[in-house]
């Protein structure tokens, strides 16, 4: 129970970590948004958000553990993100300590951000409430400023946080479907 609790506290604080980065210089991403092909399984977004379906082909997904940051950066478009969340700005790579890479993605106005990271193998279950991700499951937790839902995958676990001044549900809903549009991108077993 406590090693769970201490994996907790420092996930959270990963977060904030990686959300509250100073933008950096960042080229362009090393990994093109995905192709859209005719012979793959698709992931679509619930009627609650943006209808955007993706279709990523198995040979073209990733394993989320061996990306780069900017790496992470280039598995979402920014329009696509846009239409998920809020008008963004085009992502920011961060890495903290050795084994966590993310994206940040600032809104075009406002106090608000999405963060794409790669955790771990075994976070999956951090947050404090089960989710259903369409063929996977995932958990998520809301705090006062940011809501997190956590994925398990092969090797790594995908993070998605959503941080605005004040967070509710509507938060949670967004970064679930931000989650889904990742995951048709990433390696999932």
Do not use: K, N, W
Request: include cysteine.
């Amino acid at each position: 129970m406590l090693v769970r609790r201490q994996a907790g506290l420092s996930a959270i604080a990963l977060v904030g970590v990686v959300a509250g980065c100073t933008a950096g210089e960042s080229g362009p991403p090393t990994v093109p948004p995905a192709a859209q092909t005719s012979t793959t399984e698709e992931v679509t977004s619930s009627a609650a958000a943006p209808s955007l379906t993706r279709t990523v082909s198995p040979e073209q997904r990733r394993r989320l553990a061996d990306l780069t940051p900017e790496q992470v950066c280039g598995l979402v478009d920014v329009g696509d993100l846009s239409a998920l969340a809020f008008p963004v700005d085009s992502g920011h790579p961060r890495e903290v300590g050795f084994a966590v890479r993310g994206c940040s993605f600032q809104a075009r106005s406002g106090e608000r951000s999405v963060v794409i990271g790669a955790q771990p193998e075994g976070y999956g279950t951090l947050g404090r409430e089960e989710v259903d991700l369409g063929p996977v499951r995932g958990s998520q937790t809301l705090h006062a400023s940011d809501c997190t839902v956590f994925v398990p995958v092969a090797g790594a676990t995908l993070q998605v946080s959503v941080t605005a001044g004040e967070t509710s549900a509507e938060q949670c809903q967004t970064a679930q479907h931000v989650a889904q549009y990742v995951l048709a991108a990433v390696v999932q077993s």
